[in-house]
């Protein structure tokens, strides 16, 4: 899970800002509260909603975790560009670092880790396993300098640490190596485990040919029915997996998922169409084509998934999404941007509050998204601590806020009423744009 997450010096944000998933005080929903008993007796939120106007920044922290996961998860070469795009509209933060820091729950233990990285190098990185009273530094990063606390020093690691490229991070080159039997390799790559299987970027999934590996999960047709998108069912025909044409790493990357989990499927789309592929039942690759049933007027019709429109199909790609964060148990982080987009309030209410109501103490999914839908900035349906507000200053410097830090009301259209008004910043002040001072003589095309 999720503790905390800091962004600095990246994109729009120019200083430090945080994402605090640790709960207030604030008794309002609280039977729904994630957990953590053992050693810890820490409660968090399952869900923040971030508002605020466009070009605030809100998206930007969306993409801070998404780089973040990139350098996690995907080993550079000698000379690869990380992911490097630092605050521009200030001449001293062009040079300096981006920096990003994560409080991370995994496996009965709290974790913190650190990174801060130019274009072509790691400048500092740090690991610290945090336990109820005391805590232990796993490793610290200097430049090439890396020192390695009591609990995993070993002189294979030392080996090791020698070979590590300036612009890869440490768990990215231990994970990309063959999986050692050894307590500080485990350590290491900590960071990477819990990214790779707990963060799941939503504006990132479904980028055409890009596979997502999600577990099969049916929607039934009784929640196909109260969506009301007039969709009856799925359509699922068997295509040979030779044919589709998508880059041979994103193919070992298919065939990675498939023989480690078997119980996933990977979602395709390309070319207009949708794809899932996953093991059969003798044992070898299976792929089928996807496509949605309406109801006609005399009959049930299958459309291409071409010929869905662009609403239909964001919605049903967050259907298994939000299906995924209701099964008992599961650790997943999912970050979703723009929620709103291209359906009505009344379909992200019925997804929020779908997975709201499986969230308990001993629940581990967390739902992180941005909105424009000022129908959403609801203390009937939030906790406050659980809604925040991203705003730009007229430098152009992003900042995260929660609404509670703030004193209002406690009505839904108090709250509303007090955004609007810049009372929480996040809102646009624009004047009527004059459009009879455009030249007269325009030709109209």
């Given at each position: 899970m999720l503790l905390k997450f800091t962004v600095k010096n990246y994109r729009s944000f120019r200083n430090a800002s945080t994402l605090d998933m640790i709960a207030s005080n604030e008794q309002r929903f609280r039977s729904r509260l994630p957990k953590i008993k053992k050693r810890y007796d820490v409660t968090l939120t399952p869900v923040a909603a971030i508002f605020g106007a466009n070009a605030a920044g809100k998206s930007n922290f969306i993409e801070a975790l998404q780089d973040l996961k990139d350098v996690l998860i995907r080993p550079l070469q000698h000379g690869k560009l990380l992911p490097y795009t630092?605050?521009?509209?200030?001449?001293?933060?062009?040079?300096?670092?981006?920096?990003?820091?994560i409080l991370f729950f995994y496996r009965d233990k709290i974790y913190e880790y650190k990174i801060s990285y130019h274009a072509r190098a790691i400048v500092t990185e740090?690991?610290?396993?945090?336990?109820?009273?005391?805590?232990?530094?796993?490793?610290?990063?200097?430049?090439?300098?890396?020192?390695?606390?009591?609990?995993?020093?070993?002189?294979?690691?030392?080996?090791?640490?020698?070979?590590?490229?300036?612009?890869?991070?440490?768990?990215?080159?231990?994970?990309?190596?063959?999986?050692?039997?050894?307590?500080?390799?485990?350590?290491?790559?900590?960071?990477?485990?819990?990214?790779?299987?707990?963060?799941?970027i939503g504006s990132h999934f479904f980028a055409d040919g890009k596979p997502i590996s999600v577990p099969y999960i049916e929607i039934s047709e009784d929640i196909l029915k109260k969506i009301d998108i007039g969709v009856s069912g799925f359509d699922r025909t068997r295509v040979e997996w030779e044919s589709l044409r998508i880059a041979e790493s994103d193919k070992e990357l298919v065939l990675r998922s498939l023989l480690t989990e078997q119980t996933q499927r990977v979602v395709l789309e390309m070319n207009g169409k949708r794809f899932e592929a996953f093991i059969a039942d003798d044992g070898e690759i299976a792929v089928e084509e996807t496509r949605l049933v309406h109801h006609g007027t005399d009959d049930d019709y299958v459309l291409e998934w071409s010929q869905e429109s662009e609403g239909t199909r964001i919605v049903i790609r967050l259907l298994f999404l939000f299906a995924l964060l209701s099964l008992p148990r599961v650790n997943v982080v999912l970050l979703i941007d723009e929620l709103d987009r291209s359906f009505h309030t009344e379909l992200s209410r019925a997804l929020i509050d779908g997975f709201l109501s499986n969230c308990s103490p001993d629940s581990r999914a967390q739902l992180i998204f941005t909105t424009h839908d000022l129908l959403l900035l609801d203390p009937d349906r939030f906790r406050r601590d659980e809604m925040w507000v991203v705003e730009k200053n007229l430098e152009g410097s992003s900042s995260m806020i929660s609404i509670a830090e703030y004193n209002t009301g406690r009505k839904g259209a108090d709250l509303r009423k007090a955004y609007l008004a810049g009372r929480f910043g996040g809102v646009p002040s624009i004047d009527p744009l004059d459009f009879s001072e455009l030249p007269s003589d325009l030709s109209v095309v």
């Open positions: 630092p605050f521009l509209m200030d001449k001293n933060t062009r040079e300096q670092p981006t920096e990003f820091e740090s690991l610290v396993e945090h336990l109820s009273r005391s805590e232990h530094l796993l490793f610290s990063r200097q430049g090439a300098d890396v020192k390695v606390g009591e609990k995993i020093e070993n002189e294979i690691l030392n080996v090791h640490l020698q070979g590590v490229p300036d612009n890869v991070a440490l768990p990215a080159y231990f994970a990309s190596m063959k999986e050692v039997d050894a307590e500080w390799w485990r350590k290491i790559v900590i960071p990477y485990r819990w990214i790779h299987s707990s963060a799941m």
